[in-house]
């Protein structure tokens, strides 16, 4: 089992519209959650962290996070053609970070 | 202020060669991890530094190793390159060890021919 699973996609989404990226993760343990957005043949770049349960708002991102079910969600609002790229998701549980394969993200003009 | 810079872009080696890479870190970071991302995956652990010493190895062969210097910066060398080698090459700097929030360098592309 991997210990961190995202929907490799792609995923597609109009313009204005709401994209829902989602994550597993198999430790526990895990104490700190990160949302990366990278472009093609660029590395990747932080868009937001999350430590609590619950909702973290910053603009136009929320990411959601909940322990019990070992799930952590990224919604982006109002979706912009300038958002298309690949979402990694990263976990760790204290001693190094996991990052899962990535969802692919098209937005349509 | 900087972010992390790495060194070189893009480098193209052939079987059985060695390579160094460097990175610097953003300034005040004294964490220094390495990853290596292939086509299509997400970034694998290699090493972590942290005050110079290794504080977390990923699963990968002896072929790769790590140094970070007192100025906080970072050299991961691979020998004997294989064919597999090839791959985004990430270093990502943190305030501290552990789960301190990472932030990446722009990667060195390496081509094994």
């Known amino acids: 089992q991997k210990e961190v699973e995202q929907n490799s996609g792609p995923l597609s989404v109009p313009e204005g519209a709401i994209a829902s990226l989602n994550c597993t993760y198999s430790d526990r343990g895990s104490q700190s959650f990160f949302w990366y957005r990278q472009y093609s043949g660029k590395s990747p770049e932080l868009i937001m962290f999350?430590?609590?349960?619950g909702d973290k708002e910053d603009g136009r991102f929320t990411a959601q996070l909940n322990k019990a079910s070992q799930y952590v969600s990224l919604l982006i609002r109002d979706s912009q053609p300038s958002d298309s790229a690949t979402y990694l998701c990263a976990v760790n549980p204290g001693n190094q970070f996991y990052f899962g394969t990535g969802t692919s993200l098209t937005v349509i003009p | 202020d900087a972010g992390v810079t790495q060194s070189p872009t893009h480098l193209i080696k052939t079987r059985g060669q060695h390579v160094t890479l460097r990175c610097s870190p953003i300034?005040?970071?004294?964490?220094v991890s390495w990853y290596q991302q292939v086509l299509g995956q997400g970034p694998q652990f290699i090493f972590q530094y942290y005050e110079k010493e290794e504080r977390g190895r990923g699963n990968f062969p002896d072929r790769f190793s790590a140094r970070q210097f007192p100025n906080y910066s970072s050299e991961l060398n691979v020998n004997a390159l294989l064919l597999g080698d090839s791959a985004l090459y990430l270093c990502?700097?943190?305030?501290?060890?552990?789960?301190?929030?990472?932030?990446f360098g722009p990667g060195t592309r390496l081509t094994v021919l």
């Open positions: 990502a700097s943190s305030l501290e060890w552990g789960a301190d929030t990472q932030y």
């Open positions: 999350i430590y609590s349960n």
């Open positions: 300034s005040g970071h004294k964490s």
